[in-house]
């Protein structure tokens, strides 16, 4: 079974820093894809974030580039993502999912639905 669990996330002021974890059972870690995709009500879903098994590739959507920075750990088998500059438009519940690797590429990546396997989500709210 393919387990994602995210924690991390709380309410923080605007310009406020939180780190969220994503811990990944079930699958070779070192073959998959790990991203960070955001859901806020009304909006569609964003991939803000990913790094692949190519620990040279790491990837953000423009509206946090600058201020999200995603790592990998895999002798943890966990995911972070570090959010300094907390802006209250970054207010959603923040996924950690996944895919192998070799499913994703430069078309698909920023793709919700390209992602297999999803974590439940933890909530991030900002305030201003």
């Known amino acids: 079974q393919v387990q994602l669990v995210e924690t991390g996330g709380g309410l923080v002021q605007a310009g406020g820093s939180l780190r969220l974890s994503c811990e990944v059972s079930g699958v070779t870690f070192a073959y998959y894809t790990i991203a960070w995709i955001r859901q806020a009500p009304g909006k569609e879903r964003e991939v803000v974030s990913s790094?692949?098994?190519?620990?040279?590739?790491?990837s953000y959507a423009d509206s946090v580039k600058g201020r999200f920075t995603i790592s990998r750990d895999n002798a943890r088998k966990a995911v972070y993502l570090q959010m300094d500059n907390l802006r209250p438009e970054d207010t959603a519940v923040y996924y950690c999912?996944?895919?192998?690797?070799?499913?994703?590429?430069?078309?698909?990546?920023?793709?919700?639905?390209?992602?297999?396997?999803w974590g439940q989500g933890t909530q991030v709210t900002v305030s201003s």
């Open positions: 790094v692949s098994d190519d620990y040279e590739s790491a």
């Open positions: 999912a996944a895919d192998h690797s070799a499913l994703l590429n430069s078309g698909n990546l920023y793709d919700p639905g390209a992602y297999d396997y």
